[in-house]
């Protein structure tokens, strides 16, 4: 499983965050896939010329979506880092598990990559689809699944960074370092 934007953003929430937070991130992340699974095995044939057209326009708008979350990520973490205001940390209200499952479903499903990919699965087996019902189901059933293990063992690997780097610098350079990652995918969806 390749670790996307999307990915390095989750270990980045994770990291600064807690498990919970992560945790709720990743089944966001599976949600949208479980959806799109869902969505290819019902019309992956139908679907794909009508996403062609506007496939540049998602990338595009995905690629915004990405660069902005990594700039605001960078600048918070400056800014933290910058006053070192503890007190003023743990007033703030962290992000809970349903809104980053909510930001997290919302970021995955506006991944145009994500539809294609489940489409191509689905138009690349049986002739072009799955005519079974119950395959369909088990195919929809084993996508979620293996998202939300990969999405979860991510957040898992955050939450392990998070306790590791727990001073302000390594927070700091954490938060610095997956918004660059986050950027340079951004950029490479936009080439590619």
């Not at 605001?72 to 809104?99: C, H, I, K, M």
Request: contains cysteine; positive net charge.
């Amino acid at each position: 499983m390749p670790v996307g934007a999307v990915g390095a953003l989750l270990v980045a929430l994770t990291a600064r965050t807690s498990w919970r937070v992560g945790a709720g991130a990743a089944l966001g992340v599976a949600t949208a896939d479980g959806v799109y699974a869902c969505v290819a095995t019902l019309g992956g044939a139908a679907l794909a010329p009508a996403i062609r057209p506007v496939a540049g326009l998602l990338r595009g708008g995905a690629v915004v979506v990405l660069l902005v979350l990594a700039v605001r990520g960078a600048q918070s973490a400056v800014r933290r880092y910058r006053e070192r205001d503890l007190a003023r940390r743990v007033a703030e209200t962290p992000t809970g598990p349903l809104r980053a499952y909510l930001a997290f479903l919302g970021i995955t499903l506006l991944n145009p990559m994500t539809v294609v990919y489940f489409a191509a699965l689905v138009l690349a087996g049986e002739g072009g689809g799955v005519s079974d019902r119950a395959a369909k189901a088990l195919f929809v059933l084993a996508a979620f699944t293996a998202s939300a293990s990969w999405q979860l063992f991510l957040a898992g690997g955050g939450a392990l960074l998070g306790r590791a780097l727990t001073g302000p610098q390594g927070r700091l350079w954490t938060s610095l370092v997956s918004s660059a990652v986050i950027i340079g995918l951004a950029v490479r969806l936009l080439v590619g």
